[in-house]
């Protein structure tokens, strides 16, 4: 049972773009998510939270948005850069515990 | 900081054989997470422990997968005996989360992963 799912395996958006990646989750216990991203032959980095009681958290270029009565998360990349070409995994969480769900993973290409 | 440890990075062993896999946390962390990733499940968390107590183990997939953590700087995972459907890439990861249970979702840190070949 997959309690965080990312449907789309793959992403292409021109430099300069937006990048939209998705995430819904089933799990109504979750009040924390993350995001992180993963280079090639490195670890899984974290890269912006948010928490159940706000719908919106940017940081810089990147905007996680949360709409809970639709159990989804997104991640908006303005503007889009060909640095940003990784693999982005989503995660839900929630209070006093430990452990993170995490998505299959989204493969983005940026194109210059 | 070094950050998270992983040895070796590559290991490519046949079916039956044991496999090891070590790690090494980030200094003053006291909870590391043992993960598994695969294209059709993602990162799924294998085991985790808290001050070097293994607390949860209910991902371990089989009796065939055992992990240890001897010291607050050492981890292993080890497979025996090995399974094609074994092949993956392992990610060790630790954070600075207070003591079981009372604790915070605080940020996980990886390390850069062990990926296994099974033959």
């Known amino acids: 049972d997959q309690q965080v799912k990312q449907n789309s395996p793959s992403l292409s958006v021109q430099e300069g773009r937006i990048s939209i990646l998705n995430c819904d989750y089933t799990?109504?216990?979750?009040?924390?998510f993350l995001w992180y991203k993963k280079y090639p032959a490195e670890g899984p980095t974290f890269l912006i939270s948010i928490s159940s009681i706000k719908d919106k958290n940017e940081d810089g270029r990147f905007t996680v948005f949360l709409n809970k009565s639709a159990k989804h998360l997104s991640l908006h990349i303005v503007p889009s850069q060909p640095g940003d070409s990784a693999v982005y995994f989503c995660a839900g969480s929630y209070s006093g515990t430990y452990k993170y769900i995490f998505g299959t993973g989204t493969r983005l290409k940026v194109l210059a | 900081d070094a950050g998270v440890i992983q040895s070796p990075r590559h290991e490519v062993t046949e079916m039956g054989q044991e496999v090891t896999l070590r790690c090494k946390p980030i200094s003053g962390h006291n909870s590391l997470f043992w993960y598994r990733q695969t294209m059709m499940r993602g990162l799924e968390l294998l085991i985790y422990f808290n001050n070097n107590v293994p607390i949860d183990d209910s991902g371990m997939p089989e009796d065939r997968f055992s992990a240890k953590m001897p010291n607050a700087s050492f981890s292993t995972l080890k497979i025996q005996p090995s399974e094609p459907r074994d092949s993956a890439v392992y990610f060790c990861a630790s954070s600075p989360s207070g003591s079981y249970p009372n604790f915070s979702t605080d940020t996980q840190y990886f390390g850069p992963g062990t990926r296994l070949t099974v033959l």
């Open positions: 799990n109504s216990m979750f009040d924390y």
